[in-house]
Nanobody, 114 residues
């Protein structure tokens, strides 16, 4: 069974940076795309960014130019580098395997203060 474990969240002031990590176990990692989602309390879970198995990336308009998604296939890990953080980025962040049925992980909390 695939297990997804997110880490790297924390508290940061507006304008600061964080790097999130997600490690996938029991998965032939290199053949799947990976995505990041986020969810604030009382709101829907929104897509943030995707990186394909070939390394192509796409971002939601709200984070474009500030966030960078990357992957290290040797470590079965996908990253989300978040720069110029804004209070509206505050949410729990989750990773997801593209086109593969897996349960959501526990997520990692990102809180950006004004």
């Amino acid at each position: 069974q695939v297990r997804l474990v997110e880490s790297g969240g924390g508290l940061v002031q507006a304008g600061g940076s964080l790097r999130l990590s997600c490690t996938a176990s029991e998965l032939v990692f290199n053949i799947y795309g990976m995505a990041w989602y986020r969810q604030a309390p009382g709101k829907q879970r929104d897509w943030v960014a995707t990186i394909t198995s070939g390394g192509s990336t796409i971002y939601s308009n709200s984070v474009k130019g500030r966030f960078t998604i990357s992957r290290d296939n040797a470590k079965n890990t996908v990253y989300l580098q978040m720069n110029s953080l804004k209070p509206e980025d505050t949410a729990s962040y989750y990773c997801k395997v593209v086109q593969y049925p897996t349960s959501w992980g526990q997520g990692t909390q990102v809180t950006v203060s004004s």
